[in-house]
């Protein structure tokens, strides 16, 4: 955020502040930092790595605008907090301090108009924090390191105010004509910024597993803030990209529900803030007739008036539950049900990294009152149940293990209120386990069962359907209900360990009560395991999310979901949610978890 200040000359006087945070951590622990290998007489070959946790500048600003265009130079203090890690190798000991540095930037940039009151920038800045002594106790060492960085950046700004001081013309008052982009059907700019607060009491349970549920309680927090940024391109296509920050962690670090309490935690977590882009693909619509459909703007979505008869095509990296297996009623974290199993079909073990988005195409044929959809994508390096499974957190970077999806929806009219039905299908293609025989190997050879799991990958198939209703009864209250089913001998490969679900609720809005932007929420699931899946775990074996130990007494995974979301204004939502879990991750003598969240929305 900042300030500026225009001059008659076309001069222009800024002050502004920024924070930065890095990209999420690669396998070996490197995000915007360094690593270096060296040979001491007193650790012998040793590993040093100095990695930013974040950093922040407060800068002047001096430019020139002309033509609607600024160019500016920019300078002034910088600050980062980092993380030195030093690892003598030959005993494994490793020290990993904290370190704050301060120092100083300079830069340029260029500022060009896009949309009322929002600009673009293309901005360079190179910082320098010094040389700075720190210790390590643990290897007795005390090392001095400088650090520097230097940054090229794409970004957006949105000035404030009608005449939005300083900045370049066109970004206040769109105007036509000229090779701008200033024009607000040819740009979207969308936002959006959530946080969970949820936790638990204690629970009933005789001990702790690897991926249970905590017997004590636990309370977590996540915080993510996105931006939709969409370009036409030229007739009936669109360019979507989503930065997005993160921060937070589920319960349990995201384990012990095969139903998972909470949408917006992601299988990795990380107590600091990390930056990622989770989207960016490319969508080209294709008008086949019919009547004009009005379209209002909305996140990753342009406003416009498609034809009811059209093809879609999408390709780039996103989540397939952006395009499959969608509800009204219950598909989204952030504004309705939380817990994973009711977002979408427990039993779709839809392909994604440990954020849930991967690379692929998807086409999309409506036709009356029919949809037809089928995708290809990439699965991620390794199931992310079992052993063995660090890359998992990553896609398969030889698009050689895929998933295929397909898609019918029907809409219809019961009783005058409209309604969809949809029947979704996937085939997952790669390398994995098959259960029976990891616990064959654990009952035979004395492995563990999810080592034994993690040997006995191999090309296989894991089909899965899945049925999904949405019914409007009235203006005001919705009917949702899904129900899935998939191959339980093999191991799923991203989503979670449910071979069997049925799902249902209904979502009320509150006009009745005078309140028309609040919501009301119930659903309940009951989630299930094939046979081979349960003597998996009853051996001891590890899931995607579950895993007790042995575990001792097999029940259904029963799960309990209310939901009151209030409308401070039409923009920004708090709202409490609570779920009952019985015999949470399908051991019938833990439990019942009662689980307690808040959650602040706001989106434009």
């Given amino acids: 955020g900042g300030y500026n200040f225009l001059l008659p000359s076309h001069v222009l006087l800024g002050l502004e502040a920024d924070f930065t945070f890095p990209a999420y951590p690669d396998l070996s622990g490197q995000s915007t930092g360094a690593t270096a290998n060296f040979i001491s007489p007193s650790l012998g070959p040793a590993t040093y ?3 930013m946790q974040a950093s922040g500048t407060v800068r002047g600003r001096l430019g020139y605008v002309f033509n609607d265009w600024l160019l500016y130079g920019t300078g002034g203090f910088a600050w980062t907090r980092n993380q030195q ?68 950046r794409l970004g957006v700004n949105y000035h404030f105010g009608d005449g939005a001081a300083g900045a370049p013309s066109g970004a206040t008052e769109a105007r036509s004509g000229g090779w701008t982009l200033a024009d607000e059907d040819r740009v979207s700019l969308h ?38 940024a969409g370009l036409r391109l030229w007739q009936g296509a669109e360019l979507w990209i989503n930065p997005e920050i993160d921060q937070g962690f589920g319960v349990a670090n995201t384990h012990g529900a095969a139903g998972f309490p909470s ?46 008869n059209r093809l879609v095509f999408t390709v780039g990296k996103f989540a397939i539950v952006d395009i499959f297996d969608t509800n009204k009623y219950a598909n989204n974290p952030k504004s309705d049900f939380l817990n994973w199993a009711l977002i979408n079909a427990g039993t779709f073990d839809y392909a994604g990294d440990a954020w849930g988005y991967t690379y692929g195409a998807a086409a999309e044929w409506y036709q009356d009152r029919w949809t037809v959809r089928g995708g290809i994508f990439d699965l991620s390096a390794t199931p992310a149940g079992g052993a063995l499974n660090g890359p998992a957190y990553g896609l398969d970077p030889n698009l050689s293990q895929f998933q295929a999806v397909g898609e019918i929806e029907e809409r219809h009219e019961f009783l005058g209120q409209p309604g969809k039905l949809k029947v979704t299908g996937f085939l997952s293609r790669g390398r994995m386990g098959n259960f029976q025989d990891a616990v064959n190997a654990a009952n035979w050879l004395g492995m563990d069962p999810s080592l034994a799991l993690a040997l006995d990958r191999k090309f296989r198939n894991r089909p899965g359907v899945s049925v999904n209703l949405e019914q409007q009864v009235s203006d005001n209250v919705g009917f949702f209900a899904r129900a899935g089913y998939t191959d339980g001998s093999v191991e799923p490969w991203d989503f979670a360990d449910i071979d069997r679900t049925v799902q249902a609720g209904v979502s009320i809005s509150g006009k009745d009560w005078g309140r028309p932007d609040d919501t009301l929420g119930f659903a309940g699931i009951v989630n299930g395991l094939a046979n081979s899946h349960e003597a998996y775990f009853a051996a001891g074996g590890l899931g995607i999310l579950i895993g007790d130990g042995q575990l001792p007494a097999y029940g259904l995974e029963k799960i309990l979901e209310s939901y009151y979301n209030y409308a401070l204004t039409p923009n920004i939502k708090v709202g409490v949610d609570y779920q009952l879990i019985v015999d949470p991750g399908y051991n019938a003598t833990r439990g019942p978890a009662n689980l307690f969240a808040a959650r ?5």
């Fill in 85 to 152: 890690t030093l690892t003598q190798i030959s005993s494994g000991t490793t020290d990993s301090p904290f370190v704050s540095r301060s120092g100083w930037v300079v830069g340029a940039g260029l500022e060009v108009p896009l949309i009322t009151n929002w600009t673009a920038k293309l901005e360079y800045l190179y910082s320098n924090f010094g040389a700075k002594n720190v210790g390590f106790p643990t290897n007795n060492e005390v090392f001095r390191a400088d650090f520097a960085l230097q940054t090229v």
């Fill in 263 to 308: 949408g917006e935690s992601y299988k990795l977590g990380d107590a600091f803030a990390y930056t990622r882009v989770q989207r960016y693909f490319l969508r080209q619509f294709v008008d086949l007739g019919g009547e004009k459909q009005k379209v209002e703007s909305d996140i990753n979505q342009f406003a416009g008036e498609p034809t009811r």
């Fill in 49 to 51: 790595m100095e990695a």
């Fill in 600 to 604: 602040l929305h706001w989106q434009f």
């Fill in 191 to 228: 936002g959006q910024a959530t946080f969970v607060g949820q936790g638990y009491p204690r629970i009933r349970a005789t001990s702790n597993g690897p991926n249970s549920l905590p017997l004590a309680g636990d309370f977590r927090e996540t915080n993510d803030v996105t931006l939709y």
